[in-house]
């Protein structure tokens, strides 16, 4: 397995406080990484700072050759590392069909579009059906699948998600995760960030066990679903 990007001593603050704390972690490509950990832990921090979205106060995020940390949130995307924002930010007074065109901007590559689009479409049929209805008229579920959706239009190496469950009802929360399984079962490397421990760790090849802004325990997704620590901490014992 060869590692497609790589974190090293990745620390942030906001002002005094630091929320990630010098963490090393490695995504295998084509594989899912799960980060899990409990509300507050620097989960999305990490997450931001691997799409520049805040700046790393040291560190480095090796991906294709270049430290990520040196290169704007736009170019980061244009390299391929696209990330799902938290909370489903689609734009509601846009059409289904406007929003996944936000995604596919900025590429530069525009023959494979309409071939993307379809994929999109049959990964997520509701997005078809709904096409050129206002994205605000969506259920939450069909929010995030239109926010993961627009995300891949971006044609992405590296697909990066902020708590996709998140408010989800159970049967929604599992088709998002089948959907995802299914988005990695064709190559794309995918790195999960859930409270949603056991779901994640369930469909994750390898996880990480963040807790106040370190990285505390790393493994398989299946080691970790059997770790006493893990069922303890997170798994309600
Ligand atoms: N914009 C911000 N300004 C100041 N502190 C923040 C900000 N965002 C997050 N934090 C703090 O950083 C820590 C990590 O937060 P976060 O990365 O959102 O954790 P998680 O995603 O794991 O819940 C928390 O203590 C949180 O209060
Ligand atoms: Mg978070």
Redesign the pocket.
Request: no cysteine; aromatic share 4%; proline share 0%.
């Given at each position: 397995m060869s590692a497609i990007l790589r974190v090293t001593d990745l620390a942030v603050a906001?002002?005094q406080?630091e929320?990630?704390k010098g963490i090393d972690l490695e995504l295998n490509e084509g594989e899912i990484t799960a980060l899990v950990?409990?509300?507050?832990?620097?989960?999305?921090?990490?997450l931001?700072a691997i799409s520049g979205l805040v700046k790393a106060a040291r560190g480095s995020v090796m991906f294709d050759g270049v430290d990520l940390c040196s290169l704007r949130p736009h170019q980061i995307v244009r390299r391929g590392v696209v990330q799902v924002a938290e909370g489903r930010a689609i734009l509601t007074t846009l059409t289904v069909a406007e929003n996944l065109a936000l995604g596919s901007y900025a590429r530069t590559d525009r023959t494979m579009l309409a071939q993307d689009l379809e994929w999109v479409h049959a990964l997520f049929p509701v997005l078809k059906e709904r096409a050129n209805g206002l994205a605000g008229n969506l259920s939450g579920g069909e929010q995030q699948m239109l926010a993961i959706g627009r995300a891949l239009m971006a044609r992405p190496k590296v697909l990066l998600l902020?708590e996709p469950s998140m408010g989800l009802a159970p049967l929604m929360v599992q088709e998002i995760f089948r959907i995802l399984k299914q988005i990695n079962a064709t190559g794309l490397t995918i790195l999960l960030?859930e409270?949603n421990v056991r779901q994640a760790l369930k469909i994750a090849q390898h996880g990480y066990v963040?807790e106040n802004?370190k990285i505390v325990l790393a493994d398989t997704g299946a080691r970790l679903l059997d770790d006493p620590k893990v069922i303890g901490a997170y798994l309600g014992g």
């Open positions: 906001y002002g406080v929320a990630v950990g409990a509300n507050g832990a620097g989960k999305s921090t990490a931001l902020d960030v409270q963040l802004g």
